[in-house]
């Protein structure tokens, strides 16, 4: 139980194209997801943490502008990257929280994203 | 400054044996740690959750010890496979009721066969 998936895998895209990312809770409803980033040999880094129909909440240093979080149901998040340069270039990863849970996080197998 | 910490150094041991991993943190009061597995190009697997008014947890090979008054959580894997070769991170929810995980860098385990 408490599946989470995310597609794609791993994405090429060139500077200055806009990359969208799913992150899907298979098999129960998550009222939170949360969208990391890891560069290598780092930690993860939280970004934003978002609620089902609400606006997300960014961390600092953060731009909402450029990584646009929807969070449409309660098993569905989608975060797009827009404009991308290669510093872009990362491990993006997802979670989600279970109704009740909400201490406990379940981790999507992550996104390569390789900005040319 | 709050920091989350664990030994950037690889473990490297022998199967069969007891692995130790060390997470310090400072300036936080975790309402819970939690210990996480993530191999290459992988997002983390969630392993155990230790409460702060817990001192131990087990779990098959696993065991958790929390020690708030030094601000320290041990991760133990005994009779260490191969198969447990992976990174390993612990992550804290600080307490101030947002649910959001701090995480270390995490620590590389090599078990040798």
């Known amino acids: 139980g408490a599946v989470v998936s995310q597609h794609p895998s791993w994405v090429i895209c060139k500077s200055g194209t806009s990359v969208k990312i799913e992150c899907r809770s298979l098999?129960?409803?998550?009222?939170?997801m949360f969208w990391y980033r890891q560069f290598p040999k780092q930690s993860l880094m939280l970004m934003a943490t978002s609620n089902e129909g609400s606006k997300a909440t960014y961390e600092q240093g953060v731009e909402k502008d450029k990584f646009l979080i929807n969070h449409a149901s309660l098993t569905l998040s989608t975060l797009t990257v827009t404009s991308a340069h290669p510093e872009d270039s990362s491990f993006y990863i997802c979670s989600a929280s279970l109704a009740g849970v909400p201490y406990t996080q379940y981790f999507g197998p992550g996104t390569r994203l390789t900005v040319l | 400054s709050q920091k989350i910490e664990q030994n950037s150094e690889a473990l490297n041991i022998q199967e069969g044996k007891t692995a130790t991993l060390t997470c310090n943190y400072t300036n936080y009061s975790p309402a819970y740690l939690q210990w996480y597995r993530q191999d290459p190009g992988r997002g983390p697997v969630f392993l155990l959750l230790i409460r702060e008014n817990e001192k131990e947890k087990r779990k098959e090979r696993l065991k958790v010890t929390f020690d708030t008054t030094l601000k320290q959580s041990l991760f133990h894997i005994t009779a260490s496979q191969p198969a447990d070769s992976a990174t390993y991170l612990c992550a804290l929810l600080p307490g101030d009721s947002s649910y959001k995980l701090i995480f270390g860098s995490g620590t590389r385990l090599l078990v040798r066969p």
């Open positions: 098999d129960f409803q998550a009222t939170t």
